[in-house]
C-alpha cells in the first residue's frame, strides 16, 4: 500500500514559508518514522489498510510517503517562486516527489505487485482522489500484474462557502498545480475555472479507477475550516464542539452542514457504472469513524469491498450480475442516547458523543 500523509494546505506564499520550516514542507525536519506519529492515528504504527497484514498468502509492503508540500502533491514550478516582502524562494515540486517515491517502491519490488491500495487521510485522502487515475495508469506499464484501487480517508473537501474554494484556487495557480490534476476535470473545467480540479467534488464523479472512501458529512476538519457560521462575524468554522456548549444557532448551522454535504457526495453513491465504495457515518470526527456500521470497522468494510473488486476486475465474476454490499452509512435512530461515534474523540480532544440525525433533524448528546 501507499500511504500519503496528510496535514491540510498552505494557502499562500508566507503561509508556505512558514510551512517550509516544519516537517509538513521540508524533509530535513523528517525522522523515523517508528518514532513520530503514526499513519492511523490510532495508537499503533500501523501504515495502510491494516486488514492488508492479515492476508496469509500474501506479502504485504507499505509505504508512508511525508508530505512535504501544501497542495496534494499537485505543485510543479521548475523555478523558484519569490515570497513577497522578503528575499526568500519556495520550491514548489510536490507532484515530482510523488512520482520519484513511487519509483523508489518500484525499484524495492513493487513492479511484482499483484495489489496496490493508494490510501491516505485528509489531505492525503485528497492526494488519492486527485491522482488516482494517473497513478494507475503509471503503474500499467512498470507494475503491470497490479490491481490499484484507491482508499481515500477524510480525503473528500466541500466546495462549499466561500473563503475555503478562494484558498484552494490560490494554492493551485501559486503552486502551478494544472499538470497534476486530472486531465478528465479540466476537460469540463477549462480557463479560469481549472482551479476547480484540486477539489474533490469536481474530480470524484470522473474517476475511472475504483474507490472506497471512508468519510463522515459532519467531518470535524470541514466545520472548523469550511463552515462559515454568519454569527461569528466572518470567521470560518465553529469550535462550540471543543466546549461542548454549542448555542442553538451553531447547532442548526452543523446540522445544516450535513445536507449541503451529501448534495455533493450524495450522487457519487447511485453514480451508474461505478464500482466505488464508502464507509460514511455522522460522527464530528476527522480521520476517525464511528465503532461499527453494519458490525463493520470501516477497515473491514474495505476488505468486503476489496475482495469483490477483486472479483470482479480479475474475471472471475461479470460486473453486471456480480451483486456485492458497497456503500455502508450510518444513519442515527435515536437508541442510543450517546450516539455511535464512541468516547475517543478527535486525536483525543474531542469527547462529544454526538449523533446528527439530518432526517428527523435531532442531536443526540
Known sequence: ?????????????????????????????????????????????????????????????????????????????????????????????????????????LSLGMSEATDVVFTGCSAGG???????DAVTEYLATRAAGALV????????????????????????????????VPKSCLDVHTGNESWKCIMAPHVAPLIETPWFAAQSRFDLWQLLNILEYPAHSGHVGTRCMYTQNCDVGEIAAIEAYG??????????????????????DQCVMHCRFSDRIDGLTHEQAFASWYENIKKVKRGKEEPDMYEFQRWWNFDCDGSDEKGPCGSHGNNGTLNRRWCLDIHANRSYV
Not at 485528497?126 to 488516482?132: R, S
Request: aromatic share 14%.
Open 1 to 105: 500500500s501507499i500511504w500519503a500523509e496528510g496535514g491540510e494546505w498552505c494557502y499562500d506564499e508566507k503561509d508556505c514559508l512558514a510551512r517550509s520550516k516544519t516537517r509538513l514542507g521540508s524533509n530535513k525536519t523528517w525522522v523515523d518514522l517508528t518514532k513520530t506519529r503514526n499513519a492511523h492515528h490510532d495508537g499503533s504504527n500501523n501504515i495502510g489498510p491494516t486488514y492488508l497484514d492479515c492476508q496469509e498468502d500474501s506479502q504485504v509492503n507499505k509505504g508512508f510517503f511525508f508530505y512535504g508540500d501544501g497542495a496534494s502533491r499537485t505543485g510543479d514550478r521548475k523555478e523558484p517562486w519569490p515570497v513577497p516582502g522578503t528575499d526568500e524562494v519556495l520550491f514548489f515540486r510536490g507532484a515530482r516527489s510523488l512520482y520519484a517515491g513511487i519509483d523508489l517502491m
Open 126 to 132: 485528497l492526494t488519492v482522489f486527485l491522482h488516482l
Open 149 to 180: 484501487v484507491g482508499y481515500p480517508i477524510s480525503g473528500y473537501f466541500a466546495d462549499l462557502y466561500s473563503v475555503y474554494p478562494k484558498q484552494m484556487e490560490y494554492v493551485f495557480n501559486m503552486q502551478n498545480s494544472v499538470g497534476h
Open 259 to 280: 445536507p449541503q454535504f451529501m448534495s455533493q457526495f450524495g450522487p457519487l453513491m447511485t453514480q451508474a457504472g461505478k464500482l466505488n465504495g464508502g464507509y460514511q
